[in-house]
């Protein structure tokens, strides 16, 4: 099953991925990251079905999709 | 199936200094993605302007030079004229490009200078804090036109992509828009095409991007996108104005 | 290399010395009175498989110099002064992001549009700045055909060897002037560092960047550091001068390029009521301020000698620094010092004229 990693690093929390997901499974997280913004989360991540546009949309390359059964870890 | 995405190879791992939904960190990636896919790190010199990307060398991994403001088309051509085995792209805003690199452009394009240019237009001057740019639409509010551009104090607004395709040697001239996954897509074909362009030894070509500047626009991200929908657009349209292809 | 003698202008000579140090590069504009050197590159650089672009301006020029210096190559722009004058900034670029180039003015009248007759008063913009910032150029000074091209191939040299701009400060005199030439074997110094830090494309090595912002605290600051030690690396090893007659005289001229011809040949003359010697600093930057105070110290009095209104007569007097009395006998606006002025000025200071201030 595929995973949607957030880096909570990156995301400035511009709500552009959460515009364009046509399954609507982006939201803004209610917790505040380290960088004092609330980031993006996934709601549920069964949903998805790969169109990327989360992904072509994000301008700090914060999300990454990783493919197979999730429980590799994401390249840095 | 589901395809996987992984941050690409060709973009450092740094957190950019770039306002959230500023279109310079999509037009970094769709660059770095597509210097991975045609694997050409290790011969791409990229060239930084001055403007919000001055540390656009920051970002990438592979050989930048800084440019003095405007010069960048006029060091790219140093650079190509030197080790013209390399990949050479300029990136640039609208002030590099359109306003002080105004005689460096034209006259980069005029002699089919074998480079690419990337023009991210977000009509407006960012690093400096919101100022008018060539390219800012008529009647729109900047810090340094407080009442609205008026075409008879500043013109109007500069469209380069169609300036440009007016010079023989310019062979692949196109504005594309970053409004929307559909678009973001399709400008990543045209920063694909202007690569290949280079590679084939065809010439100097260009690619115009209408980009969002959220905080000196003063909007939110989303709204920035519809901005440029339905006011860029229309000043700026998206297309292509010469193609080698046709 | 065929060593032979043959009769050409400066400014080819010029152009020539530069094609020998391995110039491939050349980006220049019309100005005169150094248009021979476009001209001479347009021909030749396609000869040896070099890059001649006539650029839309000075200032693309310089721009151009600066990309094809950072890819590691060996590259050249000339102008006269209201185009040097656009190419500051350039020229401030190159010193702050450490990349060798070489600039050549073959000064003419200014300030402004000024005249296109030979003057010295570009001084102060190639050695005090010119561009912004704490920077230096190396400034070298030909004095016939002979320097103009023996000084081309050592700009790059010297360029290479501390990864710093150098700026050939001619004239339009000794640019236009013909004389015999004797082309000298060339070969690159075996000990200049390698360009390890030019772009090439990295191939698999890690990733460099030429650039001259250095936004992090402290960073620019200790650029500069790093700036100055070598400044001062090469004030200790690059001073270059000619004497005649110096160490004996009771009057010392000091003068560079096309005047320094009109007082050699004073100094051969002699003049009334004393003897008088040259120094010619052939490097204005470093300047030879050590020699200076030397004759100085051993009670000579100096009369400069300047196609200006006496801009290196302020380097001499802070070299000399009250020790003895510095004159000055000048010329402005392209107006040539004249061998009978300079005499009577000569035997003025020597008869015990007043103190210079």
């Known amino acids: ?76 | 199936m589901i395809r996987e995405y992984r941050r690409p190879a060709a973009l450092e791992d740094a957190v950019t200094h770039y306002c959230p939904g500023c279109g310079h960190g999509i037009v970094h990636r769709l660059i770095a993605e597509i210097i991975d896919e045609m694997d050409l790190a290790g011969r791409t010199i990229g060239i930084a302007p001055v403007g919000c990307a001055v540390l656009a060398y920051d970002y990438f991994k592979f050989d930048v030079c800084e440019a003095p403001h405007g010069r960048t088309p006029a060091v790219a051509t140093g650079i190509k004229r030197a080790r013209p085995e390399c990949l050479v792209f300029s990136y640039q805003g609208d002030g590099d490009l359109a306003a002080i690199g105004t005689a460096e452009i034209i006259h980069t394009a005029n002699r089919g200078e074998n480079i690419s240019v990337i023009f991210v237009n977000n009509a407006v001057y960012g690093m400096t804090g919101g100022q008018m740019a060539p390219t800012t639409p008529d009647g729109v509010k900047t810090t340094t036109s407080p009442r609205g551009r008026d075409p008879l104090n500043e013109g109007h607004p500069i469209k380069v992509a169609e300036l440009l395709a007016n010079f023989e040697r310019v062979v692949y001239s196109t504005r594309v828009s970053l409004s929307s996954p559909k678009n973001v897509r399709e400008a990543r074909r045209a920063i694909k095409k202007t690569f290949q362009t280079q590679l084939d030894r065809r010439g100097f070509s260009i690619v115009e991007i209408l980009s969002p500047c959220p905080t000196y626009w003063h909007m939110a991200p989303e709204a920035a996108l519809k901005y440029i929908d339905e006011v860029m657009a229309k000043v700026f349209p998206p297309g292509v104005f010469r193609d080698w292809e046709k | ?357």
């Not at chain 3, 100005?31 to 672009?53: A, D, H, K, L």
């Not at chain 3, 721009?63 to 900034?89: D, W, Y």
């Not at chain 3, 070298?140 to 103009?148: D, H």
């Not at chain 3, 051969?268 to 040259?278: A, E, N, P």
């Open chain 3, 1 to 357: 290399m065929m060593l032979r003698r043959i009769l050409i202008t400066g400014n080819e000579a010029m152009a020539e010395g530069a094609i020998r140090a391995g110039c491939r590069f050349y980006y220049g504009y019309p100005i005169t009175p150094q248009n021979e050197v476009p001209e001479y590159m347009s021909r030749r650089m396609s000869e040896v498989g070099g890059v001649f672009i006539q650029a839309e301006s000075e200032l693309a020029a310089i721009n151009m110099v600066l990309g094809s210096a950072a890819a590691g190559m060996r590259a050249m722009t000339s102008s006269s002064s209201p185009g040097i004058s656009l190419k500051m900034e350039g020229i401030s670029y190159l010193a702050g992001c450490q990349l060798p180039a070489v600039i050549a003015n073959v000064q003419r009248g200014g300030p402004g549009l000024g005249g296109i007759g030979a003057s010295q008063a570009d001084y102060f913009q190639a050695t005090k700045g010119g561009g912004h910032g704490d920077y230096h150029l190396i400034v070298l000074a030909p004095s016939n055909v002979q320097e103009m091209a023996d000084l081309a191939t050592l700009a790059f040299d010297l360029a290479d060897r501390y990864r710093n701009p150098v700026m050939i400060l001619a004239d339009a005199q000794v640019g236009q002037m013909m004389e015999p030439l004797l082309w000298q074997e060339y070969a690159p110094p075996p000990d200049l560092p390698a360009k390890d830090w030019a772009l090439t494309g990295t191939n698999g090595r890690p990733k460099r960047v030429i650039k001259s912002l250095f936004l992090a605290a402290g960073a620019l600051e200790k650029h500069n550091i790093l700036l100055q030690e070598k400044y001062a690396r090469i004030r200790e090893k690059e001073v270059r001068c000619e004497e005649t007659s110096a160490a004996d005289a009771q009057l010392v001229l000091v003068a560079y390029g096309c005047s320094a011809r009109m007082a050699k040949e004073l100094v051969r003359r002699g003049v009334k009521g004393g003897r008088i010697g040259l120094l010619r600093p052939i490097t204005l930057w470093p300047f030879p301020e050590k020699r200076i105070r030397e004759l100085a110290e051993a009670g000579k009095d100096f009369l400069v000698v300047e196609m200006s209104a006496g801009q290196m007569l302020e380097d001499v007097r802070l070299a000399v620094e009250g020790r003895s009395r510095v004159g000055f006998y000048g010329r402005m606006g392209g107006g040539v010092v004249t061998i009978g002025e300079m005499a009577g000025k000569a035997e003025e200071m020597l008869a015990g004229g007043k103190r210079n201030r």
């Open chain 1, 1 to 76: 099953m595929p995973r949607i990693v957030i880096d909570t690093k990156h995301c400035k929390g511009c709500r552009l991925c959460v515009t364009f997901c046509p399954k609507k499974i982006l939201k803004m997280s209610p917790i505040i990251s380290t960088r004092g913004i609330t980031p993006v989360e996934v709601t549920d991540e069964t949903m998805c079905s790969g169109c990327l546009n989360c992904v072509v949309i994000c301008p700090d390359t914060a999300i990454e999709i990783i493919a197979g059964d999730g429980s590799e870890k994401p390249e840095a």
